[in-house]
């Protein structure tokens, strides 16, 4: 996985996550992952089982672009549930699929009770490449086609959300194909903070576990 690193930004917000919180958040950069001895202990105490904690939860940033069909999609539309938020693009080799993959796994996990309680909302990293054509299929190929949206837009659509979220998107200047950006899943409540961050490599049960407690909050 060598497309995946972590914004400036989103590192100082998870410095901060590991202040307030006394966890230490799991990072994926570069393909590489690390957890400092007992992180995972110290998240489990807070009841979730995500590599990182906010305490207190924030509100969560803003979010409201057009989806690959061309309906708007706002993620206030999904307060009662639990939202998981992921940064994504249709051409990555890496990273990406195996979120997706992943998250369809945690989905299964669930069982439909408790998926019906989680909306799963992608946004793209790449305003270029992900076409609407691009989109479905990726959807198609990994299975999620109606279980997750898929957001999209221009760079200037697109920019403010990844400002406002601390997700890095640059495109590679060796390799323009690929996009630098980073790769983390971010956990919702239901009464919009945000509360959870999961890294790329997260394990799919740990999402599953999770996901009650995010929608009864």
């Known amino acids: 996985m060598r497309r995946s690193r972590l914004d400036p930004r989103a590192l100082l917000a998870l410095l901060a996550l590991v202040l307030l919180a006394g966890v230490a958040a799991l990072l994926t950069i570069g393909g590489s992952a690390a957890s400092p001895k007992g992180s995972s202990q110290l998240a489990r105490q807070s009841g979730f089982h995500a590599a990182g904690v906010l305490s207190p939860p924030r509100p969560a940033p803003p979010l409201a672009l057009k989806n690959y069909l061309g309906q708007p999609v706002s993620i206030d539309a999904y307060r009662g549930k639990a939202a998981l938020v992921t940064f994504l693009y249709t051409h990555c080799p890496d990273v990406c699929p195996l979120i997706t993959s992943n998250l369809r796994v945690a989905q299964n996990l669930m069982g439909p009770a408790v998926a019906a309680k989680a909306q799963i909302i992608a946004v793209s990293v790449d305003p270029r490449g992900d076409t609407p054509g691009a989109v479905a299929a990726f959807l198609a190929?990994?299975?999620?086609?109606?279980?997750?949206?898929?957001?999209?837009?221009?760079?200037?659509?697109?920019?403010?959300?990844?400002?406002?979220?601390?997700?890095?998107?640059?495109?590679?200047?060796?390799?323009?194909?690929?996009?630098?950006?980073?790769?983390?899943?971010?956990?919702?409540?239901?009464?919009?903070?945000?509360?959870?961050?999961?890294?790329?490599?997260?394990?799919?049960a740990d999402i599953a576990h999770d996901v009650p407690l995010l929608a009864s909050r």
């Open 141 to 204: 190929r990994h299975g999620m086609t109606g279980r997750m949206q898929y957001l999209i837009g221009s760079a200037s659509q697109l920019a403010p959300v990844w400002s406002a979220w601390g997700v890095g998107s640059e495109r590679d200047a060796q390799q323009p194909a690929l996009v630098n950006h980073s790769g983390l899943v971010f956990g919702i409540t239901a009464s919009g903070r945000q509360t959870t961050i999961y890294a790329a490599n997260f394990q799919p």
